[in-house]
């Protein structure tokens, strides 16, 4: 008997540190989404070292992991920022309009998606620089602060 509320009292404390402190999208981010290092260990070591020393820390190349010859094309990677940079555009282009019904709170989950598009991005291959200084330079300029609910602001 004295196990099962030890159990129960885990289960609890596990939910008050995940839903109840609103800890759940950071979790889900925080996943390791290539638990076998495969995208780590494609490269060989030395060109590796030799592709962070060119990008300044960073990781060379581009999303599809490099250039055009590589075998390795990275298709989930350009589908979330076809994606992102899709519904981006859409969702801006209504903002601030008679047609605007809930872009700016669509907008929010955008930011989302960007953040598992960047924590899925293997360490060698550079994030779309153009999609970054979107996201934080055209919604922001348009609506600094979005509220999600009464007291909760969004600010991009």
């Not at 590796?48 to 590589?70: A, F, K, M």
């Not at 598009?117 to 348009?142: C, F, G, I, T």
Request: with cysteine; net charge negative; glycine share 8%.
């Amino acid at each position: 008997m004295n196990e099962e509320y030890e159990s129960f009292e885990r289960l609890l404390v596990q939910l008050d540190f995940t839903l109840i402190n609103s800890r759940s999208f950071l979790t889900a981010i925080e996943q390791n989404f290539d638990p076998h290092a495969y995208y780590s260990s494609y490269y060989s070591e030395g060109e590796q070292q030799q592709r962070t020393h060119r990008s300044g820390g960073r990781g060379g190349g581009s999303v599809d992991g490099g250039s055009n010859n590589d075998p390795m094309k990275f298709e989930l990677y350009n589908e979330i920022r076809t994606l992102l940079t899709t519904l981006y555009g859409k969702y801006c282009s209504r903002i601030n309009t008679e047609n605007e019904t809930t872009e700016r709170i669509d907008c929010v989950g955008i930011y989302g998606m960007y953040c598992l598009y960047r924590r899925l991005l293997p360490s060698h291959a550079m994030p779309d620089v153009k999609l970054h200084k979107s996201l934080w330079s055209v919604l922001p300029a348009m609506c600094p602060i979005i509220t999600l609910t009464a007291d909760l602001p969004f600010m991009p």
